[in-house]
């Protein structure tokens, strides 16, 4: 009986010393704004005064199985504090206007893009950049991809928030993938494997084609390097050709079981039945912008 | 000195070499007094150096912050003089729609204002434009801007 009482004691000091912590790391950024949970409850309320009318919106067919990958920005941030429902609808409605303005196809890390922003500075008014693309992050309105090029022996790299209003028009030259999600090793590379020229003439990839990918092994540069590739998994790079003790290190601070941790994945993803509710709705999206523009080719005709 | 410092203070630096008692992390790439930078116009001074393989440092950052931005007036020391430049771009993590450079690119001045050289052989960020003061001076040397 001792030791079950010291167990469970044991346990609720733990979990009080948990969520003391999480509580603090959470209110010192948040302390102006009332939590996702009391937001929540007082919406769905009966006592509320100003209780939400719940629209039903007909959604006329399900999202194709893909979706979530060709849009992943359309998915809510699974940062737990940093969700609510309404915020989330209201940013892909924005999202949809935008791109009703300014059409932003399907690409992937790896695929060659080129962007031309307003630039109140530069003759013509507009500034041309070609790149591979080599990072998407963010989610909703924030999203945002990286190119990279290399003109003059000179790297260059420019992030693009893809919902900027400053945005003229996104163009993907080559549509394909790479082996790696994230291809920051290119800083490391030569400077071949990141050059792309400006005139590159764009390929037009068939509509429903499966999406190539490009299996190209990237040989890195001597060290010093940004990074420790070693450590990274990385499927895209030929045989580094360190000593071994640097593949030791790796294997010590490697965290293996992080595949299976269910919580992990729980806490760092969207669930699937959210996935699809979101999903679907964004699909409708598109089926309405492809509905206006069609509406306004009409009356243009 | 090291030898002697080991030997006196076994307790604090271990067996290994000094080289491995401190942290080499990934820095924030700032432009501050002793980085290197990269000439990037044609004048004899810049190419000298690139020759010898001594890279200019930065001695000096005229703004309050001390921390070099793209536009910022350096003082460098590049072989054996003392030489003013403006910084041209910056490897440092750049704002949306801004270009971030593989290394820190500088063009040469002198003390008058007017440019060393000639010609600035990389792309130049195009919102150095709207600059004002004498780094107009150089954007006429700019063959791109990015």
């Known amino acids: 009986m001792a ?51 719940k629209e039903e919106k007909k959604i006329s067919a399900p999202a194709p199985p893909g979706l979530k990958h060709v849009h992943p920005e359309f998915l809510p941030n699974p940062t737990f504090y940093r969700r609510d429902r309404i915020k989330e609808k209201l940013e892909r409605q924005d999202m949809y206007r935008r791109r009703a303005v300014c059409p932003i196809p399907e690409f992937y890390v790896g695929s ?153 994945k729980y806490r760092t993803s969207i669930n699937p039945q959210e996935t699809d509710e979101v999903m679907d709705e964004v699909a409708e999206g598109f089926r309405e912008i492809e509905r206006k523009r069609r509406r306004e080719k009409l009356e243009k005709s | 000195m090291a030898a002697l410092m080991r030997s006196r203070l076994p307790s604090l630096l271990p067996s290994l070499p000094l080289s491995q008692n401190f942290s080499t992390t990934n820095s924030l790439q700032h432009i501050i007094k002793l980085t290197r930078l990269r000439v990037v116009d044609n004048s004899m001074l810049g190419n000298q150096s690139v020759v010898a393989g001594k890279p200019p440092r930065c001695i000096h950052v005229y703004n309050k912050t001390g921390v070099g931005r793209v536009g910022d007036k350096v003082l460098v020391a590049i072989m054996g003089q003392k030489k003013r430049a403006f910084i041209v771009g910056v490897k440092q993590r750049a704002r949306p729609n801004k270009p971030r450079f593989d290394s820190n ?8 204002g007017a440019p060393t050289g000639t010609r600035i052989r990389v792309p130049v960020p195009s919102d150095m434009r709207a600059m004002e003061g004498d780094v107009t001076k150089i954007l006429a040397l700019a063959t791109k801007f990015a």
């Open chain 1, 3 to 53: 030791d079950k009482l010291a167990t469970l004691g044991f346990r609720s000091f733990l979990s009080h010393q948990f969520l003391k912590r999480s509580v603090a790391a959470v209110s010192c950024r948040y302390a102006n704004t009332l939590s996702n949970e009391t937001v929540e409850k007082h919406r769905t309320s009966t006592l509320a005064h100003d209780k939400e009318q």
């Open chain 1, 112 to 264: 060659i893009m080129a962007v031309t922003l307003a630039d109140p500075y530069a003759s013509g008014k507009t500034n041309r950049f070609v790149g591979i693309c080599i990072q998407r992050a963010s989610y909703g309105l924030r999203a945002n991809f990286t190119l990279r090029n290399v003109v003059d022996n000179q790297g260059l790299e420019i992030r693009y928030d893809m919902y900027s209003p400053l945005i003229q028009k996104v163009e993907v030259l080559r549509l394909e993938k790479r082996l790696d999600d994230e291809l920051f090793y290119l800083r490391d590379a030569p400077a071949e494997f990141s050059t792309v020229p400006f005139n590159l003439e764009a390929v037009s990839h068939p509509p429903g084609a499966p999406v190539p990918v490009n299996t190209t092994k990237v040989k890195l540069g001597p060290r010093p390097w940004h990074e420790r590739w070693e450590r990274r998994n990385l499927r895209g790079v030929q045989d580094l050709g360190l000593p071994e003790k640097f593949y030791e290190k790796a294997k010590k601070v490697a965290k293996p079981w992080e595949e299976y941790d269910l919580m992990l």
């Open chain 2, 105 to 112: 690119n500088i063009v040469l001045v002198e003390d008058n």
